[in-house]
């Protein structure tokens, strides 16, 4: 099979590209490769092409008026059978036993297969361990197509690197990772992903090495993550600000800039479990990456005790403290919801009988009641405290001035009897010391 036309095919405006999933993956690449080849933009939720088509951005990650982008948004799959050229974004989370649930996946691969042109290529950027693009989705594409990979078609994978809310890393401007089943594959997927990622595309040798990349650039996040977690537990014993401690580390040349935080999401709280996983495959042992999730996981609860330790050292009746937390998408700046290390915070302070007051304007509040069962408050409409939490670090609520912020509290209160936690460390400590609030960071 000749693949050197599909590159050519586009630019020349005779083939279409193709993207299957349209979330905060799918959507930013299918507007992007518009603005230089004819594309087709499928998903299953009929709910998101219909708001796609009618201009609407569920995802926040598409900086243009959609109302421009040439995009064909149709949850139709037999419009597939137009593209030669097909990228699948479909998720890839895990199920509640924390192994990967690779049913998208699956579902993807057959109904590509169903409608896959001879000759076409087709690239997973789903997020995966190393054998699942060969091993799992090549088979489902070829039994449902009837054709031949490596014979009629060919496969690739290139992981994506975006990261929701952030303004500087998107989809153009972060380099790519490309691999194809041979080189000649690779290199057309390569020319065909340059033409839209500006940052330029990384080649590596094979499919099995793009999938390790992504699984392990996630990895290594989530395990300095949980160093630092680990670091602020031991500050907090030690009575020190672990902000300052990891200001002045900082110092050093040779440091890695990781904070403490809630790791959530999609990506980060999800893929070394995918790692995991691989690793149980081969018979590897991987105590430190199981290790560093287990302190994330623990993260949520952390410090719903902390929230109650200080609320403790006030007054005797917590049950009655009203708790405001501010945020609850999986980070800052961004609308997801998903796998939100919030809601451990949320089922902590329930335990102690409390029940906080949540306010995230970003959030879809259907969603947020959907899939938690949550009532989000409107931030204007949020209750005087007696405890805050600002738990994500979104740019609305970095902007509260702290007197504003003093000011969200119960009037009858002293300031001293006022408790911020500042998960992100958003506010100045300084100030708030100064003012004599209850003040405690991670
Ligand atoms: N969100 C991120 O920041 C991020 C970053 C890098 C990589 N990833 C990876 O990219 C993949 C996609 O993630 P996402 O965040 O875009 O997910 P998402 O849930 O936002 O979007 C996935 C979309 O796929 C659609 N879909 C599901 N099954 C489908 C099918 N059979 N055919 C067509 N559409 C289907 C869903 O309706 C949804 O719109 C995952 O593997 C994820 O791990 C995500």
Same mark, same amino acid.
């Given at each position: 099979? *000749?693949?050197?036309?599909i590159?050519?095919?586009?630019?020349?405006?005779?083939?279409?590209?193709?993207?299957?999933?349209?979330?905060?993956?799918?959507?930013?690449?299918?507007?992007? /490769?518009?603005?230089?080849?004819?594309?087709?933009?499928?998903?299953?939720?009929?709910?998101?092409?219909?708001a796609?088509? !009618?201009?609407?951005?569920?995802?926040?990650?598409? *900086?243009?008026?959609?109302?421009?982008?040439?995009?064909?948004?149709?949850s139709?799959? &037999?419009?597939?059978?137009?593209?030669?050229?097909?990228?699948?974004a479909?998720?890839?989370?895990?199920?509640e036993?924390? &192994?990967?649930?690779?049913?998208?996946?699956?579902?993807?691969?057959?109904?590509?297969?169903?409608?896959?042109?001879?000759?076409?290529?087709v690239?997973?950027?789903?997020?995966?361990?190393?054998?699942?693009t060969?091993?799992?989705?090549?088979?489902?594409?070829?039994?449902?197509?009837?054709?031949?990979?490596?014979?009629?078609?060919k496969?690739?994978?290139?992981?994506?690197?975006?990261?929701?809310?952030?303004?500087?890393?998107?989809?153009?401007?972060?380099?790519?990772?490309?691999?194809?089943? $041979?080189?000649?594959?690779?290199?057309?997927?390569?020319?065909?992903? !340059?033409?839209?990622?500006?940052?330029?595309?990384?080649?590596?040798? $094979?499919? *099995?090495?793009?999938?390790?990349?992504?699984?392990?650039?996630?990895?290594?996040?989530?395990?300095?993550?949980? /160093?630092?977690?680990e670091?602020?537990?031991?500050?907090?014993?030690?009575?020190?600000?672990? !902000?300052e401690?990891?200001?002045?580390?900082?110092?050093?040349?040779?440091?890695?800039?990781?904070?403490?935080?809630?790791v959530?999401?999609?990506?980060?709280g999800?893929?070394?479990?995918?790692?995991?996983?691989?690793?149980?495959?081969?018979?590897?042992?991987?105590?430190?990456?199981?290790?560093?999730?287990r302190?994330?996981?623990?993260?949520?609860?952390?410090?719903?005790?902390?929230?109650?330790?200080?609320?403790?050292a006030?007054?005797?009746?917590?049950?009655?403290?009203?708790?405001?937390i501010?945020?609850? &998408?999986?980070?800052?700046?961004?609308? $997801?919801?998903?796998?939100?290390?919030?809601?451990?915070?949320?089922?902590?302070l329930?335990f102690?009988?409390?029940?906080?007051?949540?306010?995230?304007?970003?959030?879809?509040?259907?969603?947020?009641?959907?899939?938690?069962?949550?009532?989000?408050v409107?931030?204007?409409?949020?209750p005087?405290?007696?405890?805050i939490?600002?738990?994500?670090?979104?740019?609305?609520?970095?902007?509260i001035?702290?007197?504003?912020?003093?000011?969200?509290?119960?009037?009858?209160?002293?300031?001293?009897?006022?408790?911020?936690?500042?998960? *992100?460390?958003?506010?100045?400590?300084?100030?708030?010391?100064?003012?004599?609030?209850?003040?405690?960071?991670?």
């Open positions: 099979m *000749k693949t050197q036309s590159y050519q095919g586009l630019v020349d405006g005779n083939e279409k590209l193709a993207l299957v999933g349209l979330g905060y993956v799918g959507f930013p690449a299918a507007v992007e /490769f518009a603005k230089y080849v004819k594309v087709i933009g499928f998903d299953i939720s009929e709910k998101r092409i219909n796609y088509k !009618n201009g609407i951005d569920i995802t926040g990650e598409a *900086k243009e008026n959609l109302k421009d982008t040439t995009v064909e948004f149709t139709d799959p &037999t419009k597939l059978k137009n593209a030669r050229f097909i990228i699948a479909v998720p890839t989370p895990s199920k036993d924390e &192994t990967p649930d690779l049913t998208f996946l699956e579902n993807a691969s057959e109904m590509i297969g169903k409608n896959l042109a001879a000759g076409s290529i690239v997973f950027e789903s997020t995966v361990y190393p054998g699942v060969e091993n799992v989705c090549v088979p489902l594409i070829e039994q449902a197509s009837g054709l031949k990979c490596g014979m009629d078609w496969i690739g994978y290139s992981p994506e690197r975006i990261s929701p809310g952030d303004e500087i890393h998107r989809f153009p401007s972060i380099r790519k990772i490309v691999s194809g089943m $041979d080189r000649e594959t690779a290199a057309e997927i390569q020319k065909v992903y !340059n033409l839209a990622v500006k940052a330029g595309t990384h080649l590596v040798s $094979d499919i *099995k090495t793009a999938e390790a990349v992504k699984l392990i650039e996630n990895s290594q996040r989530d395990i300095n993550i949980a /160093f630092m977690n670091i602020a537990k031991i500050c907090d014993k030690l009575n020190i600000d672990t !902000n401690v990891i200001t002045g580390m900082n110092t050093k040349w040779n440091a890695l800039g990781f904070k403490p935080g809630l959530g999401g999609h990506c980060i999800v893929d070394s479990y995918y790692l995991m996983e691989i690793a149980k495959k081969l018979g590897c042992s991987t105590p430190i990456v199981s290790g560093a999730r302190v994330n996981e623990g993260m949520g609860g952390y410090i719903a005790d902390i929230a109650v330790r200080e609320m403790e006030i007054r005797k009746n917590i049950k009655k403290a009203a708790v405001v501010l945020g609850i &998408t999986f980070k800052e700046n961004c609308t $997801d919801i998903r796998n939100s290390k919030v809601i451990d915070l949320v089922n902590r329930k102690y009988h409390i029940e906080p007051v949540i306010a995230d304007d970003r959030a879809d509040s259907k969603d947020v009641e959907e899939m938690y069962g949550i009532k989000l409107p931030f204007d409409r949020l005087p405290a007696d405890c939490i600002a738990a994500v670090g979104h740019n609305e609520y970095r902007a001035s702290t007197e504003r912020l003093l000011g969200m509290f119960k009037p009858c209160l002293q300031n001293s009897e006022k408790v911020l936690i500042d998960v *992100k460390s958003i506010y100045s400590a300084d100030e708030l010391h100064a003012s004599g609030i209850r003040f405690w960071r991670l």
